[in-house]
């Protein structure tokens, strides 16, 4: 098992800034990619970015290149997501997720993940 606890989020302007953190305990050993997802009421749960754990190979939504940055402590098993010019539509509840194994063709989907932090919530005023 691997628990996935995530800190940070919160309130802010338009065009402001927030930092999110999640930290991996456990078996993390077995973790093979990390991701972060976030989710509107009444929507879906979207990818945000990704991160497969041993080569650093990154993948950001089209959404959110350019304004949000993720980097990574293997060694401390935490990746961290620096959130940048922030708007209106950014506003969701922000989850960590974990993968222990490859998965080829559904890494974007949500039900391809192992396990999951308990989300925390940010959100965009305008």
């Known amino acids: 098992q691997v628990q996935l606890v995530e800190s940070g989020g919160g309130s802010v302007q338009a065009g402001g800034s927030l930092t999110l953190s999640c930290t991996a305990s456990?078996?993390?050993?077995?973790?093979?990619?990390m991701a972060w997802f976030r989710q509107d009421p009444g929507k879906e749960r979207e990818i945000v970015v990704r991160?497969?754990?041993?080569?650093?190979?990154?993948y950001y939504s089209d959404s959110v290149k350019g304004r949000f940055t993720l980097s990574s402590d293997n060694a401390k098993n935490t990746m961290t997501l620096r959130m940048d010019s922030l708007k209106p539509e950014d506003t969701a509840v922000y989850y960590c997720?974990?993968?222990?194994?490859?998965?080829?063709?559904?890494?974007?989907?949500?039900?391809?993940?192992?396990?999951w932090g308990q989300g925390t919530q940010v959100t965009v005023s305008s």
């Open positions: 991160r497969r754990w041993t080569t650093g190979t990154t």
């Open positions: 997720a974990a993968q222990n194994g490859p998965r080829p063709g559904r890494n974007a989907d949500s039900r391809s993940y192992d396990y």
């Open positions: 456990g078996r993390t050993f077995s973790t093979y990619a």
